[in-house]
C-alpha cells in the first residue's frame, strides 16, 4: 500500500540572534491511510513544530512532503501548501481552539463556509457532526465556555473531520482529560477513522495512548527521530537507550510493576548549543567515546526498525 503522507528529510529552521535554530531537524516517516502513527518525545523536542509544518502553519527550511503522491509546494514563507479539505488538525487546547463568541453550530458550520461547499447544509451538517461524535442537538447553541474539557475534545473532532479529511494530525489529543474521558475520545477516534479510512498522526508524551492506539511510532529527541518502527516491537524491545529511558519512566497501572533499569539523567540540551556526536551523549548510560565526537547513521533491523546508536540494546 502507497504512503498517504510521506516526508522526506523535513527541516524546520527559526532565526534567533547571530544564527538560526534547528527546532526539526532532517525527519522522515510515512503514514498509510487507516493507520495511526505516533510521535513521541519529551516537552521542547519539536512534535507540535512537526505537526505545524505538517500543516502549513510553520516555515519549512529544507526537504520535501508528499501527500497521496503529490509533492506539496511551499508559498512566499516557505510554508507548505496541504489541501485544507484532506489535512485537518486537532489543536492541543481543545476550549482555547474555539471561537469564545461563536456558537458550537456556528464552529462546526464554518469549514463549509470558508471552502465554499455549496452543496452542503451548514446547518443540517453541524447537526450530523454532533451526532456523529456523540453529542446531541441541544449542545448545538452552546458556547465554548459552557463546554466541559471532554465535550469541547469531542466539537474539535467534529470539525477537524468536517469536510471528511484523508489524514488527521491530532496534537495531544487527550491532553487535559480525565482518564475515563480519554479513553472515550480515543475510542471515538478509532470508530471514525475504522468508517471514514483515516490516517492519524498523533503528537503526544502519554506513552500509555501510544500503546492503545498507534500502529507505528517515532522517538523523537532535539528535533530527530531516534528511533521509529512498529509499536508493538518498540514497547517490548526497544534498541535506543532513551526509548527505553521513555518507557521505563512511564507509570504502570501494575502496582507490583518492577521500575525499569534505565534512568534519564540531566536536562534536554538547548537546541541553540546541540551537542556534537550523538545528540543523547550528554544523558545516556552507554556513552563511549565514539559517541561524543560522530552522529551514528541510520540501522534498520529485519523487522524494518529504524534507530540511530551506535551500541543499541539487545534487551
Known amino acids: 500500500m502507497s504512503a498517504l503522507l510521506s516526508v522526506n528529510d523535513l527541516r524546520v529552521?527559526?532565526?534567533?540572534r547571530g544564527g538560526f535554530v534547528d527546532v526539526v531537524h532532517g525527519v522522515s516517516l510515512d503514514i498509510?491511510?487507516?493507520e495511526t502513527t505516533a510521535?513521541?518525545?519529551e516537552s521542547g523536542s519539536g512534535k507540535t513544530t512537526l505537526a505545524m509544518a505538517l500543516c502549513g502553519l510553520a516555515p519549512v527550511y529544507g526537504g520535501e512532503v508528499r501527500f497521496e503522491g503529490e509533492l506539496l509546494q511551499r508559498d512566499r514563507k516557505n510554508r507548505l501548501?496541504?489541501?485544507?479539505?484532506?489535512v485537518a488538525l486537532m489543536f492541543q487546547d481543545p476550549v482555547g481552539s474555539l471561537n469564545p463568541r461563536m456558537t458550537v453550530r456556528k464552529a462546526l458550520a464554518e469549514p463549509f463556509r470558508i471552502h465554499k461547499v455549496e452543496s452542503a447544509d451548514p446547518d443540517r451538517e453541524a447537526l450530523g457532526l454532533l451526532d456523529k461524535v456523540g453529542l446531541g442537538e441541544d449542545f448545538a447553541d452552546r458556547y465554548p465556555h459552557q463546554l466541559s474539557g471532554g465535550q469541547a475534545r469531542r466539537v474539535g473532532v467534529?470539525?477537524?473531520l468536517a469536510l471528511r479529511p484523508h489524514l488527521?494530525?491530532?496534537d495531544e489529543p487527550t491532553?487535559?482529560?480525565d482518564v475515563s474521558v480519554q479513553g472515550e475520545v480515543l475510542n471515538l477516534l478509532s470508530q471514525l477513522q475504522q468508517e471514514m479510512g483515516l490516517g492519524i498522526l498523533v503528537i503526544t508524551h502519554n506513552l500509555n495512548i501510544v500503546r492503545h492506539v498507534a500502529d507505528r511510532m517515532a522517538i523523537m529527541y532535539l528535533g530527530r527521530f531516534i528511533e521509529q518502527g512498529d509499536s508493538q516491537q518498540i514497547f517490548s524491545q526497544p534498541r535506543h537507550p532513551y526509548t527505553a529511558a521513555l518507557l521505563a519512566a512511564n507509570p504502570s497501572p501494575d502496582p507490583d510493576a518492577q521500575p525499569g533499569e534505565i534512568e534519564?539523567?540531566?536536562d534536554v540540551p538547548s537546541l541553540l548549543q546541540r551537542p556534537p556526536g550523538c545528540e543523547f551523549h550528554t544523558r545516556c548510560p552507554g556513552v563511549r567515546e565514539k559517541c561524543r565526537g560522530l552522529f551514528p547513521e541510520v540501522s534498520i533491523d529485519g523487522e524494518h526498525r529504524q534507530y540511530h546508536c551506535f551500541y543499541p540494546l539487545d534487551n
Do not use: E, F, S, W
Open 13 to 16: 529552521r527559526y532565526p534567533v
Open 264 to 266: 534519564l539523567k540531566g
Open 32 to 34: 498509510k491511510r487507516g
Open 39 to 41: 510521535i513521541v518525545g
Open 168 to 170: 488527521l494530525i491530532a
Open 175 to 177: 491532553a487535559g482529560l
Open 158 to 160: 467534529a470539525r477537524a
Open 81 to 86: 501548501n496541504p489541501d485544507r479539505k484532506r
